[in-house]
C-alpha cells in the first residue's frame, strides 16, 4: 500500500478557516476553530481532527450551533466567573473561560470559570496548554452526550466527559494529560471507520450486548469504560463539574457533535492555578525537570525503547508533520471534498 499523500498543515489551516467563515463565524472565531483540527492532526490526534469539519458544518448549517453567539460571563465572582455561551461554538467558547480562568489566577491565585450552554470543543489540551505559557496550571472538563452504560447497566446513559490537565515543565514541553472517561474516545472509533479497520476487543460492544471489533457496530452500540467502575465513576463526576454544577445540560440531555438537529448543552469547568502564588517559578520548573528525570531513568519494559511523560509524544509529533505535512485518511479527504463542493469552495481545497 502506497504512503498518504501529505498536506500543507498552513493550507489546510487555510481551508478550513474558509469554511468556518463562509458559516458566519468572524474572522478570529472561524482561526481559532479551524486551528483546533488541524492542531489535533498536528498532534497526531486524527480522531479529533478535520474529519470533524463536516459535522461541525452541518451543526452550524442547521442553527444548533449558533455562528455569531457570543459567550456572556453572567456572574462575575473575583477567582470565579459563569459563562453562558448562548450556543456558540464549544471551542470559542472554551477559549474564553480559560482565558478568563488563567487571568483571574493571575489576579487570585486560582481562577475558576464555570460554562453552560457550550457546544463540543474538539480537542481539551488545546485549551489547558493556554495555561503554562502564563505560568499556570490549567484544567479543563466537559461532558458529552451519552457513550457508554453506567457500571452493571447496558444503556448509554454517561458520556465519555473527557478532562485534560496542562503544566510548565522547564526546558521541556509541557507535561499535558487529555483523556476521555471510556477505554478510548468515541472519536477514535470514528477514526477507524473512516479507514475501514477494525476496532480492538475490548473497546466497545453492540447494542444487544455482544463484543464487537466493528465500528459501525460499534458507534450504534456502547462503549465501554476504562478501568471498568472507575472509568464510570470518573465519567459521572466530570459530569457533575462539567454539567450540573455549571447550571448546563447533564446526562442524557447533552447532544454531541455528530447530532446535527439538537442543542448542545454540553457545559464545561475550566480552573487556572498561578504557580508563583505557591513557589517561585524557577523551584517549580526545576522539581518538574527532576520529576521528568526521574521518569526517564526507569528501565523500559519489552517493546517499549522509551519511557514518555503525557503530552511529549504529542511535543514530537507535532514537529514531524509540520516537517513532512499530514496525511489524511482516504475518507477525510473525501468528506473534505464533498463539503468544499456543497459550499463551491473545491478551488480552495488544499489538495486534489
Same mark, same amino acid.
Given at each position: 500500500m502506497s504512503p498518504l499523500p501529505r498536506v500543507a498543515p498552513d493550507a489546510l489551516l487555510a481551508f478550513c478557516t474558509t469554511v468556518y467563515a463562509r458559516l458566519g463565524l468572524a474572522p478570529d472565531d472561524a482561526r481559532l476553530c479551524a486551528d483546533?483540527?488541524?492542531?489535533?492532526?498536528?498532534w497526531g490526534h486524527q480522531s479529533h481532527g478535520v474529519l470533524r469539519l463536516p459535522w461541525y458544518a452541518?451543526?452550524?448549517?442547521?442553527g444548533v450551533c449558533a455562528a455569531a453567539a457570543r459567550p456572556e460571563i453572567v456572574i462575575d465572582g473575583g477567582a470565579l466567573a459563569v459563562i453562558d455561551g448562548h450556543d456558540a461554538m464549544g471551542q470559542v467558547v472554551a477559549a474564553q473561560a480559560m482565558q478568563e480562568a488563567i487571568g483571574r489566577a493571575g489576579r487570585h491565585g486560582v481562577g475558576a470559570v464555570a460554562v453552560r450552554n457550550s457546544n463540543h470543543f474538539g480537542t481539551a489540551m488545546y485549551f489547558t496548554l493556554m495555561a503554562p505559557p502564563r505560568g499556570s496550571v490549567g484544567f479543563l472538563s466537559t461532558n458529552a452526550s451519552p457513550a457508554m452504560a453506567p457500571w452493571g447497566g447496558r444503556e448509554k446513559a454517561v458520556g465519555t466527559n473527557p478532562w485534560s490537565w496542562a503544566a510548565p515543565a522547564g526546558r521541556h514541553p509541557p507535561l499535558v494529560l487529555d483523556i476521555a472517561n471510556t477505554g478510548v474516545a468515541r472519536g477514535k472509533i470514528y477514526l477507524a471507520r473512516q479507514e475501514g479497520r477494525p476496532i480492538p476487543e475490548g473497546w466497545a460492544i453492540t447494542a444487544?450486548?455482544?463484543?464487537?471489533?466493528?465500528?459501525?457496530?460499534?458507534?450504534?452500540?456502547?462503549i465501554l469504560p476504562m478501568a471498568q467502575h472507575k472509568g464510570y465513576g470518573i465519567a459521572?463526576?466530570?459530569?457533575? $463539574?462539567?454539567? #450540573?454544577? @455549571?447550571?448546563?445540560? =447533564?446526562?442524557?440531555?447533552?447532544?454531541?457533535?455528530?447530532q446535527d438537529r439538537a442543542r448542545s448543552g454540553a457545559g464545561h469547568l475550566a480552573i487556572a492555578i498561578d504557580i508563583a502564588a505557591i513557589q517561585p517559578r524557577a523551584d517549580f520548573d526545576a522539581r518538574m525537570e527532576a520529576l521528568i528525570a526521574s $521518569?526517564?531513568? #526507569?528501565? @523500559?519494559?519489552?517493546? =517499549?525503547?522509551?519511557?514518555?511523560?503525557?503530552?511529549?509524544?504529542?511535543?514530537?509529533?507535532?514537529?514531524?508533520?509540520?516537517r513532512l505535512g499530514l496525511a489524511l485518511p482516504d475518507d477525510t479527504r473525501a468528506d473534505l471534498a464533498r463539503l468544499a463542493a456543497e459550499m463551491d469552495l473545491t478551488e480552495a481545497l488544499p489538495f486534489r
Open positions: 483546533t483540527l488541524v492542531q489535533a492532526d498536528l452541518a451543526r452550524l448549517k442547521s444487544d450486548g455482544r463484543p464487537t471489533t466493528d465500528p459501525t457496530e460499534a458507534i450504534a452500540g456502547v459521572l463526576v466530570m459530569d457533575v $463539574l462539567s454539567g #450540573v454544577l @455549571t447550571g448546563s445540560a =447533564f446526562g442524557a440531555n447533552v447532544h454531541g457533535p455528530y $521518569l526517564k531513568r #526507569v528501565p @523500559t519494559a519489552q517493546g =517499549f525503547d522509551e519511557v514518555h511523560y503525557p503530552g511529549e509524544i504529542e511535543a514530537r509529533a507535532d514537529a514531524e508533520n509540520r
